[in-house]
């Protein structure tokens, strides 16, 4: 009897010890799951328009042109233990994965954010270039220097915020076409830098160095715009690439009298690039989950997320897949019409 006990104490004091350290122990894991949604054609978290468009006429809109999300539980400084790991598995509308895929090592989570924060601002931008592109209004792309490196030559020659325009009298027309200039002279060579600074166009000299190499100057770059008129995108503290496509489809409505979606409510997601080309994300259930649940019927999905989609889409939901913005105008229009369009 007495060895009876004591097995069943040393079994419950081994249970509590389990139980204490799947509690207490963390995982290397974050759950994903549907985020907030916001409609492009409406307004921000504050109230006001999401898109402003000023200095070029603009058409009322209807129905809905809504952005989706992705939140997360979890993360550096909120770890999960494998009881909440495993319901978030358990969810149908939720994922489990590694937090590296979330958060690079040594990254913190205000980090990450941050770096959210910057690629939103850069596909609004983006977004405002297709949206253009699209519509064949023309804009200037501009390679302005964001950094110098210190102990390389440009970093006594040139400024944050300076423009190159050309390099030894051949345009520059972007980042790469920048690096290619610079590249084509051998470490040690004078260049003739035409930049504008403050509105002012300067010659400037600068020599290159050896690096790895690789001839350079020494300098972090940024492909901008310079846009006809002035559009403004706000959606808070929201970050990441990811709606650059519902941006641009934004843009597209309310600079054009064809409403776009007939009243209808449209969700979407797709990283865009200025020439229009739609680009896959990550987090597709967890977004058409979010798109449902706000009441949308008509989810574009970038097409080489379509494999992603299989068996979790909601009910009532109704997929377009899109591989360009013109194609997504294209099913928009047919959508309204009353036509099909490809879907995944």
């Known amino acids: 009897m007495f060895r009876r006990s004591l097995t069943l104490t040393i079994a419950g004091i081994a249970t509590l010890i389990a139980i204490a350290v799947a509690v207490l122990v963390p995982v290397p894991y974050v759950i994903l799951l549907p985020g907030p949604t916001l409609n492009t054609l409406g307004n921000d978290p504050s109230g006001q328009p999401l898109i402003k468009i000023s200095g070029h006429q603009t058409y009322p809109t209807t129905g809905h042109l809504n952005m989706v999300t992705v939140g997360f539980n979890g993360g550096p400084g909120v770890r999960l233990n494998i009881f909440q790991a495993l319901r978030g598995w358990l969810s149908p509308t939720n994922a489990v994965v590694p937090e590296a895929e979330i958060f690079p090592p040594g990254q913190s989570a205000q980090q990450t954010h941050a770096q959210d924060i910057e690629q939103m601002a850069s596909s609004q931008q983006t977004a405002t270039a297709a949206a253009l592109t699209e519509l064949h209004i023309p804009y ?191 099913d928009l229009e047919a959508l309204k019409a009353g036509k099909s369009v490809p879907s995944c």
């Open 140 to 330: 200037q792309t501009v390679t302005v220097v964001i950094s110098t490196h210190p102990g390389y030559p440009a970093s006594t020659v040139l400024k944050a915020g300076d423009v190159i325009e050309a390099v030894n009298g051949k345009p520059v027309t972007g980042p790469a076409s920048l690096s290619s200039a610079i590249s084509a002279h051998p470490a040690g060579s004078e260049l003739q830098l035409t930049v504008l600074r403050e509105g002012q166009t300067l010659s400037l000299q600068v020599a290159t160095k050896d690096s790895g190499g690789k001839p350079i100057i020494g300098i972090e770059v940024q492909q901008q715009y310079k846009f006809p008129f002035t559009v403004t995108i706000d959606v808070g503290n929201i970050g990441g690439p990811s709606a650059g496509m519902m941006f641009a489809l934004g843009i597209i409505d309310m600079l054009t009298s064809d409403n776009l979606t007939g009243g209808k409510f449209i969700a979407g997601t797709g990283e865009i690039t200025p020439a229009g080309q739609v680009q896959p994300i990550g987090g597709i259930q967890q977004k058409m989950a979010a798109a449902r649940s706000a009441g949308a019927t008509v989810f574009l999905t970038p097409s080489a997320n379509c494999a992603n989609t299989a068996g979790a889409v909601p009910a009532g939901l109704r997929l377009a897949k899109v591989s360009t913005l013109s194609q997504a105008v294209s």
